[in-house]
């Protein structure tokens, strides 16, 4: 079974930021997850999300004392991971497309070495940019470099096998500081197991990273919205249509937030699937 680790309350638009990575992961079939946060964040995310029954998960608790890099997660969760296959999204990151959850099932699917997927950008030298040879094929990536050797970057969505955890400890910190994410994905990369998958157009990432690119991905989450009547990263509607929750549990959820658009928007749900997903 596949088990999540997810970085990252900050507010975007009508909900917590959190519940949109949290919703990729739901879609991505993954009911185990971690959420690896500032011990003094950490409280906060609990007394919203507890232990994660009322939406049929089990969430385990992970504090990062100090920033000291993505694939420093693999390390804090180690014995959460239990020598599983994983998958961490970014706590800042949001993915939204009809055609994702088949994507991520891809990504599920490959159970040796590392999967990453590939999008394309204008300002690429903000993340970690793919570099490909003659053929097209990946050779490398590189952290935020001053020139950028093409548009691709590596979004913050990593699958990896149970030697996740082992190979980041091989990893020595950068000029930053930090165990980066990406000396981890060249070690798959270098051994050839790595899969680069291509997101489509059809998908929207998101990158709520900076204030700007913050207040860029709330306003496409209110027109999205607003224009289509369906909520963006809602984890309760991902439950309820998975069948990790039943409608019973669903209306209780909605009359806790009654008098919410988004309270609303769970108890139309209730009465009608077909109004969401």
Known sequence: ????????????????????PLTVLMQAGVREIAIVTTPQDQALFQRLLGDGSDLGLRLTWI???SPD?????YV????????????????????????LPRL????DAKRDGGTVFSYRVADPQRYGVLTFDEEGLPIAIEEKPARATSNQVVPGLYYFDGRA??????????????????????QYLGEGTLSVLPMSGEIAWLDGGTQDSLIEAGEFVRALENRQGRKVGCPEEVAF?????????????????EGSSYGAYLAALARDPRDGI
């Open 1 to 20: 079974m596949t088990r999540a680790v997810s970085k990252q309350l900050l507010p975007l638009y009508d909900k917590p930021m959190i519940y949109y």
């Open 63 to 65: 504090a990062q004392p």
């Open 69 to 73: 890099g993505l694939a420093q997660a």
């Open 76 to 99: 804090l969760a180690e014995d959460f991971l239990g020598g599983a296959s994983s998958v961490m999204i970014l706590g800042d990151n949001i993915f939204f497309g009809d055609s």
């Open 104 to 107: 991520l099932a891809a990504a």
């Open 165 to 186: 955890p082992r190979l980041a400890r091989s990893i020595r910190p950068s000029v930053r500081g930090e165990l980066e994410i990406t000396d981890l994905i060249n």
């Open 241 to 257: 249509s998975r069948g990790y929750i039943d409608r019973a549990r669903l209306l209780k959820l909605a009359h806790a937030m």
